[in-house]
């Protein structure tokens, strides 16, 4: 089989690397994939939102089967325009992947089919917005509406700096016009869990918890980034909460989209709080999560393609879904600078992967056969044990046995975790 993987960072090279394990996969394109990905994958210089190149790559190659990784090209059509012309893809349509395109889409569905999530407001005016500020309880939380690179979302401890969160959004387009409309919602408390599931839009299976690290620094500390390093399993994702998710959360969204005639089919990702009423809906993507999918593909022993392929043709009923009772934990290494301003160019010398510890590439560039790191986050570097210490250890080893001169990274993932563990 060919198959297309769109997308070029992190996320997109854990899957390519999972997918290869499947004897039936013959070649994989990566568009536009990465230095690193090349390793793996034919890259192919055509970018993840310019549609009609991808469709048009697509025919020509006879490709079999197309994997959308990326939000913008779902949200934009892409599994749409592949499947007409009879690409099969994995991936959610584009009325389906507006859950994640359209937070103030995602709030209503919730507040109509009664999905626990915080109490909200929406805004199309930055003055009513800011006189509604007047009276909120503080924190809050203030969110553009549309996609913006997993930053379109800011917690303001203060009523200042939620007004100039809203202004920043509305009046000075800090996300073009992601942020012509914002949501206001309540701040919740607790726990943060992230799970990822495949769906065909008839059932829905879970993968494997996992808990992101996005502050920049130790401690939780610096600038909000698009993520730091993860584990998985989250601790704090037990089976009766997990139950609960299942019959409030995962089962009701399900339906809700169908109910809407949005029916959603790949991988929908619940951003989830365990408060102290249970566990509420923080957000909806409408993809794997990126670095949380870099921890929990290498537990899943399930074959990826065959599950993909079963959600876009609706038989995911009639296919296994496994996942090892092992750990993972993945520590994202970083330009130094990022999320602000880095340099790009610093060469980077990799270990070989080998059967509990994986690479994944997503910032780099080859040349001259050197590869170079080209992007803000980099490097996940990721491993796999039988519990979560040990992983976390197996993966600073791997950190340390890494070149990258000019690379920064958390040294404290997985500590949150292992402290509730410890529990």
């Given at each position: 089989?060919?198959i297309?993987?769109v ?11 999972k997918?290869?394990e ?6 994989i ?7 690193g990905i090349a390793?793996?994958a ?7 939102k310019?549609?009609?190149a ?16 990326p ?6 059509g892409?599994v749409?325009a ?19 395109g359209?937070k ?9 089919y009664?999905?626990?999530t ?9 003055e ?12 809050t939380v203030i969110?553009a509406d549309g996609?913006?690179l997993?930053?379109g ?14 202004r ?6 800090q996300?073009?016009e ?6 206001i ?6 726990p943060?869990?992230?799970v990822?599931?495949f ?7 879970p ?18 980034t698009g ?6 399993p989250?601790?704090?994702y037990t ?12 089962l009701?969204?399900?339906?809700a ?5 949005r029916?959603f089919?790949?991988?929908l990702y619940f951003?989830?709080?365990i ?7 923080i ?12 921890v929990v593909?290498p537990?899943?022993e399930?074959d ?5 392929m ?6 995911l009923a009639?296919?296994?879904v496994k996942f090892?009772?092992?750990s ?7 330009s130094k600078?990022?999320p602000g301003?880095?340099e790009?160019?610093c ?11 994986f690479i ?7 040349e001259?056969?050197?590869l170079?790191s080209?992007?803000g ?12 210490g040990?992983?976390i ?6 950190v340390e ?12 993932i997985?500590?949150?975790a292992?402290?509730?563990?410890q529990?």
């Amino acid at each position: 089989m060919k198959i297309l993987v769109v997308g070029g960072g992190g996320r997109e090279h854990a899957i390519i690397k999972k997918l290869k394990e499947n004897e039936k996969v013959e070649q994989i394109f990566a568009l536009p994939g990465n230095g690193g990905i090349a390793a793996d994958a034919t890259c192919v210089a055509i970018g993840a939102k310019d549609i009609p190149a991808i469709v048009e790559f697509a025919k020509r190659e006879q490709i079999d089967f197309a994997v959308v990784a990326p939000d913008d090209p779902l949200v934009l059509g892409a599994v749409d325009a592949l499947n007409a012309e009879g690409i099969p893809c994995f991936g959610p349509r584009a009325n389906a992947a507006i859950i994640e395109g359209s937070k103030v889409f995602s709030k209503n569905l919730m507040k109509k089919y009664g999905i626990p999530t915080a109490r909200y407001e929406v805004f199309t005016e930055a003055e009513k917005a800011i006189s509604y500020l007047e009276d909120a309880p503080i924190p809050t939380v203030i969110k553009a509406d549309g996609l913006a690179l997993g930053k379109g979302v800011i917690i303001a401890s203060t009523r200042e700096e939620a007004v100039a969160a809203v202004r920043s959004m509305m009046e000075d387009k800090q996300f073009g016009e992601s942020g012509s409309r914002i949501v206001i919602e309540e701040f919740l408390t607790g726990p943060e869990v992230s799970v990822l599931a495949f769906t065909d839009g008839k059932v829905i299976r879970p993968m494997v918890s996992s808990m992101d690290h996005k502050r920049a620094l130790d401690h939780d500390e610096g600038l909000n980034t698009g993520g730091m390093g993860t584990v998985a399993p989250n601790p704090y994702y037990t089976e009766e909460v997990a139950q609960v998710c299942m019959e409030k959360i995962f089962l009701p969204t399900v339906a809700a989209m169908n109910a809407e005639g949005r029916t959603f089919s790949g991988c929908l990702y619940f951003g989830l709080m365990i408060t102290p009423d249970g566990p509420k809906v923080i957000e909806y993507n409408c993809r794997f999560g990126d670095p949380e999918t870099q921890v929990v593909l290498p537990l899943m022993e399930s074959d990826l393609l065959t599950v993909m392929m079963a959600c876009a043709n609706g038989t995911l009923a009639d296919v296994e879904v496994k996942f090892s009772t092992g750990s993972a934990c993945c520590v994202i290494m970083a330009s130094k600078g990022y999320p602000g301003k880095y340099e790009s160019g610093c060469p980077l010398e990799l270990p070989a992967d080998d059967a509990d510890g994986f690479i994944y590439v997503a910032g780099a560039k080859r040349e001259d056969g050197k590869l170079l790191s080209a992007g803000g986050r980099v490097l996940g570097v990721t491993a796999v044990a039988d519990d979560l210490g040990k992983a976390i250890q197996k993966a600073y080893e791997r950190v340390e046995r890494v070149g990258f001169a000019n690379g920064y990274f958390r040294s404290d993932i997985g500590a949150r975790a292992m402290l509730a563990l410890q529990k």
